[in-house]
């Protein structure tokens, strides 16, 4: 019986293509909806980190006494906690198996975002556990869904949970905050309880795999790294990094700029949610379109430029537009997010690839996307306008349009080619 939660990253695949096929057909029907059930609940804890910061930044500020630097950093650190900390999964998974590392995870999400509120001294050093977290989920939750055979629509379902939590996050802070007395650590704090639930169909699967009998550990051998692999491996690492560069500069800058343009906490946490809401149709849809190339060589290039023309419309709406313009906004960036996260798995013809290339494309990815929103954040404050900020963001969608067109016309890669494993098994 194959370990759809306990593949390694980096790894070679136990036995031939055929084999493993096989061993897919043979797994349990109960064992592989546990770990589809997962990879939603995991999703969902991914960007509420995020977004409730973003929805109350301005209300945090003061009343945690933070600088304008400070409210920055803060503002970014959980991206940038991406960067550095994204070889930390595929390196613990090789070591505990791929839904050990996710468990803990999740139990460090919630460790974070509680300490971080408990006692303000470590307000940072507590988004920065969160942020490491949710990337050493996030980077192996492509070679999870690969594992488990997850089909195109589970995999559009697992990244619209990305958008679903994000919305909630945004929507529901606020509120609670104003109900709290207000109260920072319930507001913030109350988003470990999801995390601490994510790990229940984790444990509940790792429980029937050891009764089912130990299974194997498959061989160790260098991973095949050829010239075109290389290539195809830096151009998705460009489309994940601009895409969620944008993503995160406009869920971390966005509400400041309707804060100045009068709207209050409740009004901007429901149109932070709104920007997740309007993208589940897309992000759902967007894995499926991913696997038929016709259709793509067109949706494809042209979410950058939607990208772009909607970062300026929104720099020069009226209030009465805003509301559409970041509905639409938010529909080409959550199909983005989808796209990089589909092509990482389509062009992967294995659990393992698909774990080296998720842990280089998100992880030198969300380096990309921590700095540059860090940067848009930067260029606000030197220049006390936005409209060098919103440029230079259209200017890189822009940018995510040629890199899109780049990756869909490259072929799907193997780091660890049949004729090794059949030798191997």
Known sequence: MTE????????????????????????????????????LLIGL?????????????????????????????????PVIAFGVSAPLGPWLARRFGVSRVLLCAMWALAAGLVIRVLWPALLLP????????????????????????????????????????????????????????????????VWAVPALLAGIPLMQGMRRLRAAGPTPTPPRAALVFTPRNMRTIAILTLVFGLQALLYFAMTAWMPLLLAERGQDSAQTGWLL????????????????????????????????????????????????????????????????????????????????????????????????????SLAIGLIQTATNSWLLSFSVMAALGLVLSVVVAAAIRREAIDLVPERIQVATS
Do not use: H
């Open 4 to 39: 759809p939660f306990c593949m390694m990253a980096g790894l070679w695949p136990r036995g031939s293509m055929s084999s493993r096929r096989k061993s897919s057909r043979a797994r349990p029907d109960s064992t592989r909806l546990l770990g589809l059930v997962a990879a």
């Open 45 to 77: 804890n991914l960007r509420p980190a995020v977004t409730t910061v973003a929805a109350t930044l301005d209300e945090a500020s003061r009343a945690l006494g933070l600088s304008a630097s400070e409210t920055t950093v803060l503002a970014t650190l």
């Open 273 to 372: 949610a709104w920007f997740s809401i309007a993208g589940f149709v897309p992000t759902l849809v967007t894995p499926i379109l991913a696997r038929r190339r016709a259709v793509l060589r067109w949706v494809g290039p042209g979410l950058g430029v939607a990208i772009a023309i909607g970062m300026l419309a929104l720099y020069l709406s009226s209030n009465e537009q805003i509301f559409w313009i970041v509905g639409g906004l938010g529909a080409v960036q959550s199909a983005a997010f989808g796209l990089s996260l589909s092509l990482i798995i389509t062009m992967s013809t294995n659990p393992a690839t698909a774990g080296v290339v998720s842990a280089i494309g998100q992880g030198a990815g969300y380096v990309i996307a921590g700095a540059g």
């Open 126 to 189: 507590g988004t920065f556990v969160a942020g490491a977290a949710i990337m050493a989920a996030g980077t192996l939750l492509p070679q999870f869904l690969k594992s488990v055979d997850a089909p195109a629509l589970w995999v559009g379902l697992s990244s619209m949970s990305f958008g679903v939590g994000a919305a909630l996050g945004a929507a529901l802070t606020a509120p609670i905050y104003a109900m709290s007395g207000p109260r920072l650590e319930i507001a913030w704090g």
